[in-house]
Each structure stands twice: as structure tokens, then as C-alpha cells.
T-cell receptor
Framework: DAKTTQPPSMDCAEGRAANLPCNHSTISGNEYVYWYRQIHSQGPQYIIHGLKNNETNEMASLIITEDRKSSTLILPHATLRDTAVYYCIVSNFGNEKLTFGTGTRLTIIP | NAGVMQNPRHLVRRRGQEARLRCSPMKGHSHVYWYRQLPEEGLKFMVYLQKENIIDESGMPKERFSAEFPKEGPSILRIQQVVRGDSAAYFC???????????????FGPGTRLTVL
């Protein structure tokens, strides 16, 4: 699986949009981009995934660049409960194991 | 619909004892994954199982660790002769295995925190 690079930490003011970047420059054509988050030692929680089109669900939006070498997770209106470690993972279908890196520790500031 | 269940939530063992961690997947899920998280680190894949089959155990230590997912009952992660380095949080996840392009989301349980004295 392709490796990902994320900033180790970020802060965001409550109510503002949180934009979390991820680089995956070695991604291959059949690999998806997944985002999970882990809130204070709980089990990770799925957020969103995409292949090449931008995606949106009730939690977040995922913007993938045209060359697919990077992506951005957007939490449109961050709340204090969004404070967590966010993991960007690249994986192809058929390779079921998720490879978690060190993620980005997002802190929402009141 | 109950989520992924893990028990016990906390387990304390002395060096040399055995640890058994249980995982009940979400209803209808026949795919189970185990991950280990050492303190201040990310999760590391250990093993992927379907009912009665081990599909990928590439992340499992070669000795003392074993996993099963019987036809009936929960998946079990077994650690024999535990050592202090086994102290970690062990997470189980389950999923439906759908077609390519579908959301093969893994649903995680709350974890079992193993402490080896």
C-alpha cells in the first residue's frame, strides 16, 4: 500500500472549517483514500473514502487532487467533539488490512 | 443494531499467564480484523479472519499469538505466556466484504486494554 504523510498536529477554532491535508504521492490507480479518526483511545471511526472524485457525507468532505497525489479532509463546522487523531489511509480493494500511520492530532479550540 | 463488542475491556495478567480477548462482530458481518496499539503509537494490523479461516496473518507475531473465528461464537485472540511488551490496546473490527468500489468500511470495537505486570 502507498504511504501517506500528514502533519503531526493542527489547531482549529470551534465553528470554523477544519482542513486536514494528506500526501500520498505514490498512490496507484486502484487505491482508495480512506479517513478514520480516533477520539481519545476509543476505537477508530470511519469518516469517508474516495477514489478520484470528491466525496461528501454527513460528517465531512473529501477533496482529492486531479493527479491523486494528495487529498484534504474538510470538517465544515468543527465542534469540540471533533478533537481526535485523524488518519489518512491508502488501500486497494482486496487488501483488507488498514495501515495506520501517525495521523494528525486535531485540537478544536473553544 | 449493536456495534462490535469486545470483552473484557480491561485485562490484567502476570508475566507467563495467558490472555484471551474476545470480539463479537456486528450482526451480519463475517470478516474480523485485529489490530494492536502500543502506547502513543498508531494501530498495527495483526490478523484478518473470515468464519473458520485465517485470511491474512502477516502482522501476527510468529510465537505465542494465535487467533480464531469459529463458525459459532466470537473471534478469539489468544496470547500465551504474556510478557510486559504485550501491554497494549487490542482493537477488533468487522466488515461486510462487498464488491470493488463499495464501502468496505471497518467498524471498530472499543478495544481491550491489556496490562502485563
Amino acid at each position: 500500500d502507498a504511504k501517506t504523510t500528514q502533519p503531526p498536529s493542527m489547531d482549529c477554532a470551534e465553528g470554523r472549517a477544519a482542513n486536514l491535508p494528506c500526501n500520498h504521492s505514490t498512490i496507484s490507480g486502484n487505491e482508495y483514500v480512506y479517513w478514520y479518526r480516533q477520539i481519545h483511545s476509543q476505537g477508530p471511526q470511519y469518516i469517508i473514502h474516495g477514489l478520484k472524485n470528491n466525496e461528501t457525507n454527513e460528517m465531512a468532505s473529501l477533496i482529492i487532487t486531479e493527479d491523486r497525489k494528495s487529498s484534504t479532509l474538510i470538517l465544515p463546522h468543527a465542534t469540540l467533539r471533533d478533537t481526535a487523531v485523524y488518519y489518512c489511509i491508502v488501500s486497494n480493494f482486496g487488501n483488507e488490512k488498514l495501515t495506520f500511520g501517525t495521523g494528525t492530532r486535531l485540537t478544536i479550540i473553544p | 443494531n449493536a456495534g462490535v463488542m469486545q470483552n473484557p475491556r480491561h485485562l490484567v495478567r502476570r508475566r507467563g499467564q495467558e490472555a484471551r480477548l474476545r470480539c463479537s462482530p456486528m450482526k451480519g458481518h463475517s470478516h474480523v480484523y485485529w489490530y494492536r496499539q502500543l502506547p502513543e503509537e498508531g494501530l498495527k494490523f495483526m490478523v484478518y479472519l473470515q468464519k473458520e479461516n485465517i485470511i491474512d496473518e502477516s502482522g501476527m507475531p510468529k510465537e505465542r499469538f494465535s487467533a480464531e473465528f469459529p463458525k459459532e461464537g466470537p473471534s478469539i485472540l489468544r496470547i500465551q505466556q504474556v510478557v510486559r511488551g504485550d501491554s497494549a490496546a487490542y482493537f477488533c473490527a468487522s466488515s461486510l466484504r462487498l464488491l470493488a468500489g463499495a464501502n468496505n468500511e471497518q467498524f471498530f470495537g472499543p478495544g481491550t486494554r491489556l496490562t502485563v505486570l
